[in-house]
C-alpha cells in the first residue's frame, strides 16, 4: 500500500447534478451504492470483452465466409489493436467529459456495431473497417473502466476490486466459448454469436445509461487508502483553496516506474491474447478439433483464471502486499506455458493433458495479473492520484501497442496456418467423404506413380506403389509382404498374361496338359522369358500362399484405379494442386506454433524483474505498519480541519 500524502484538487463545483449525462457525486457514497457502481463496470468491462472477443469463437467460418486469408484475419487484429492502443491515450485525454459517459456512449456503439455491423459486412474489407471502429471504441472505454474501480476502491480492498475488473476479459472469453460451444451446433451459422452478443450489450448499456455514476475531480483526484480516508478526502473536496493542481501528468507517467511495469504486463499477456484470437484455429489446424471441441477445452483456462482472480485479489487485501503474489503467479504461470509448449509437437497429448495445462497456466496467470494490476493503479496513485486517467491510458496504449507488434509477428513465425485454414478447408472435406480413396491418393507418392505410369513392367515400382496403398488402407505387415512378393516375382504378370479361358481351364481340371501348354506358350510371348521360366511361373500360381498374394495385389491394384474417380475431377484437381502445400504444412504447423508458445514463456520470464518497479511492501507486516502510520497522519488531518 502506499501513503504518499496528497495533494488536493480545487474542486469548485457545487453538488453534483443528476442526469443521464452529469453523473458526477460530489459526496463518496455509501458501501451500497459504491458496490452497485463497481458491479456495473465490471458488468460492462465483460461485455466489452465478451464482444471485442466473440470474432474468436468463429473465426475458421468469417475467414471462409468472406474470402479471406488467415494472414489478413490476423492483420484485421492488428489494426484493431492498433488504433486501440491511440484510442486508450485518447481516452486520457477525453477524461474531461466524464468516465461514466465514455463508458455508456461506448457500450451503445459497440453493441450496434455487434448486432448490425459486423454480421452484415458483405466483404473482408468493411469487416476490417467495422472492426477498427470497435477497437478505437474499446480502447476508449476500456481505459475508462479501470478507473472507475480505482475510484470506487480504496487501497485496503484495491485487490478484490481490481480481481473483479480483471474478471471483464477473463469471463468476456468465457461467455465467448461457453455460448458458442452451447448452440453452434443449433445456430451453424457464425452471426449468431454476433446477434447473441449484440442484444447483451445494448441491455448492459441501458442498465449502465440509467444506474452508473462517477466521482467529481476534486473526490476521485486524492489518494484514499481505507474507507477511514472518506471524512477527510470529503472535507479536502470542499476546501478548494487548500491546494494548488498538479501539472505535468504525462510527464509523470512516462517514466521507467509506469512504462516498465505496463510494457512487463504486456509480454506477460501474450499466451492470453493468443488464446483469446487463436486458440479455436489452432486446436483445428493441429489437433483437428472442431470449434466447438476446443472452445470447450478453452473453457478450462478461463474458469480457472476467473477463479484465481477472486481469489488472490482477496488475499492479497487481507496480507496488504502484491509483490509475492506477482513473482510466485509468474513462475507457476511460466510452468505451465512450458508444459503446454512442449506438448505441441506431440500429436497423441489428450484433451485432458491440455486441460491441466491451461489450469496451471491460467491460476497462475490470475494471480499475477490481479496483483499487478492492484500495485500499478497503487504506483500510478504514489506519482499522482490526479494523474490515474493518464497513467491508465498509457497502459492500455502499451498494452495494445505491444499486441499490435506481437499480431505482425505472429505472421511471420506461423505461416503454415494460412495455408490450412485457406486451402485444408476443402482437402478436409474430400478426407471426410472419401476417406479411404483420400488415404490412397494421399499416401502414395506421385513421383513413383508416374514412373508406373510410365513402365506398368516395372515391377520393383509397381511393388512398392502398391505397398504405398497398403499401407494407406491399414494393412498389416504380412500381407504387404504377399503382395510385394507377387508383384517383385512375376506371379502377378504372369496371372495376367495367361487368357481367362485358358487359367479357368486349369483351375477346372490342373491335369489339362493342353491347357497347361496354353499358358506356358502365353506367358513366354507376354513377358518375353524361357519355357522354363514360364513353366515354374505357372507352377507358383498354384501355391495358396500365391493365391493370396494375388487377390491383394490385384484388390490394391483396383482401389489405386478407382481412387480418382470415386473422389471426383475437380477435387483431384485441387488436391494434385495444392495437396502437397497442405501436407507440409499440416507438418510444419505443430512446430511454428511451438515457437510462438516459446515467445509467450520468455514474455512471462521477462515480467518478473520489472516487479521491482513497482509500489508496495514485500513484506505484509511492513505493509501494516505504512497502513498504521497513515492512519494517524489522517487523524491529524482530520483533527487540524476542524480545529480550523
Known amino acids: 500500500m502506499t501513503t504518499t500524502p496528497v495533494p488536493v484538487l480545487p474542486d469548485g463545483s457545487p453538488a453534483a447534478r443528476r442526469g443521464l449525462w452529469n453523473r458526477q ?31 474468436g469463437s468463429v473465426a475458421t467460418q468469417i475467414i471462409t465466409e468472406l474470402g479471406m486469408s488467415f494472414s489478413y484475419f490476423v492483420w484485421i487484429s492488428v489494426a484493431g489493436n492498433a488504433v486501440g492502443a491511440f484510442a486508450s491515450l485518447f481516452a486520457g485525454l477525453a477524461d474531461r467529459w466524464g468516465r461514466a459517459n465514455l463508458v455508456v456512449g461506448g457500450l451503445l456503439a459497440t453493441g ?137 501528468a504525462w510527464r509523470q507517467m512516462l517514466s521507467l516506474g509506469i512504462v516498465g511495469p505496463a510494457v512487463a504486463i504486456s509480454v506477460f499477456l501474450l499466451l492470453y491474447y493468443a488464446l483469446v484470437g487463436f486458440a479455436v484455429v489452432y486446436f483445428a489446424t493441429t489437433f483437428g478439433y472442431s470449434d466447438q471441441r476446443a472452445n470447450a477445452l478453452v473453457n478450462w483456462y478461463w474458469a480457472f483464471n476467473a477463479i484465481s482472480l477472486v481469489v488472490f ?61 492492484a500495485s500499478f493503479t497503487e504506483t500510478v496513485e504514489k506519482r499522482n492520484p490526479a494523474a490515474t486517467a493518464v497513467g ?22 506461423v505461416p503454415a496456418t494460412s495455408t490450412l485454414v485457406e486451402k485444408g478447408a476443402r482437402i478436409t472435406a474430400v478426407q471426410q467423404e472419401h476417406p479411404r480413396q483420400f488415404a490412397i491418393v494421399t499416401g502414395i507418392d506421385s513421383a513413383l506413380a508416374a514412373r ?32 510385394q512378393s507377387v508383384v517383385r516375382g512375376g506371379q502377378l504378370a504372369a496371372a495376367q498374361t495367361v487368357a481367362p479361358a ?29 519355357r522354363a521360366a514360364a513353366v515354374k511361373l505357372l507352377a507358383g500360381l498354384g501355391d495358396p500362399g500365391t ?16 481412387a480418382p474417380t470415386a473422389i471426383g475431377k475437380r477435387d483431384m484437381a485441387y488436391l494434385t494442386a495444392h495437396g502437397a502445400e497442405v501436407a507440409k504444412a499440416a ?46 497522519l489522517v487523524d491529524r488531518e482530520l483533527a487540524a480541519l476542524r480545529e480550523s
Open 25 to 55: 457525486l460530489s459526496h463518496y457514497p455509501d458501501t451500497g451504492l459504491r458496490y452497485l457502481y463497481l458491479a456495473i463496470t465490471v458488468l460492462s468491462t465483460v461485455v466489452l470483452y465478451y464482444e471485442l472477443y466473440v470474432s
Open 112 to 248: 450496434l456495431i455487434i448486432l448490425v455491423g459486423l454480421p452484415h459486412a458483405p466483404n473482408g474489407v468493411a469487416y476490417l473497417v467495422l472492426y477498427v471502429l470497435l477497437s478505437f471504441v474499446e480502447g476508449v472505454v476500456l481505459v475508462a473502466t479501470p478507473a472507475l474501480i480505482r475510484d470506487f476502491s480504496p487501497q485496503v480492498g484495491r485487490g478484490a476490486a481490481m480481481g473483479f475488473w480483471t474478471l471483464g476479459p477473463v469471463l468476456g472469453s468465457l461467455v465467448v466459448t461457453t455460448v458458442s460451444s452451447n448452440t453452434l451446433d443449433q445456430h451453424p451459422d457464425w452471426r449468431f454469436q454476433f446477434h447473441v452478443c449484440g442484444v447483451v450489450g445494448l441491455v448492459v448499456f441501458v442498465a449502465a445509461l440509467l444506474g452508473l455514476r462517477e466521482l467529481s475531480p476534486a473526490l476521485r483526484d486524492q489518494l484514499m487508502v481505507s474507507m477511514r480516508d472518506r471524512a477527510l478526502v470529503e472535507a479536502r473536496a470542499k476546501d478548494a483553496g487548500s491546494a494548488s493542481e498538479p501539472g505535468g
Open 313 to 373: 485479489g482477496l488475499l492479497s487485501d487481507k496480507l496488504r502486499v502484491r509483490k509475492p503474489f506477482m513473482v510466485l503467479g509468474g513462475l507457476i504461470s511460466v510452468v505451465g506455458t512450458v508444459l503446454f509448449a512442449v506438448a505441441a509437437t506431440r500429436p497423441d497429448t489428450g484433451y485432458y493433458d491440455f486441460a491441466l495445462y491451461f489450469v496451471l497456466g491460467s491460476v497462475g496467470g490470475g494471480m499475477a495479473y490481479v496483483a499487478w494490476m
Open 392 to 413: 491508465l491510458a498509457v497502459w492500455g496504449w502499451t498494452l495494445r501497442l505491444v499486441v499490435t507488434l506481437s499480431l505482425v509477428v505472429l505472421t511471420f513465425i
Open 452 to 483: 508406373v505410369r510410365q513402365d506398368p513392367a516395372d515391377r520393383n515400382a509397381l511393388a512398392e506403389l502398391l505397398g504405398q496403398v497398403a499401407t494407406a488402407e491399414g494393412a498389416g505387415p504380412v500381407q504387404i509382404h504377399r503382395a
Open 502 to 530: 485358358t487359367m479357368a481351364a486349369i483351375q477346372a481340371d490342373p491335369r489339362d496338359t493342353a491347357a497347361q501348354a496354353d499358358a506356358v506358350k502365353q506367358i513366354t510371348a507376354g513377358l518375353g522369358v524361357d
Open 547 to 562: 493365391q493370396q498374394g494375388l487377390r491383394l495385389a490385384v484388390r490394391y491394384a483396383a482401389d489405386l484405379k478407382a
Open 587 to 632: 507438418r510444419d504447423n505443430p512446430r511454428q506454433w511451438q515457437t510462438w508458445w516459446w515467445v509467450c514463456v520468455a514474455g512471462q520470464l521477462l515480467f518478473l524483474p520489472c516487479v521491482f518497479l513497482m509500489a508496495g511492501r514485500w513484506n505484509p507486516r511492513r505493509a501494516r505498519e505504512d497502513e498504521r502510520a497513515h492512519d494517524a
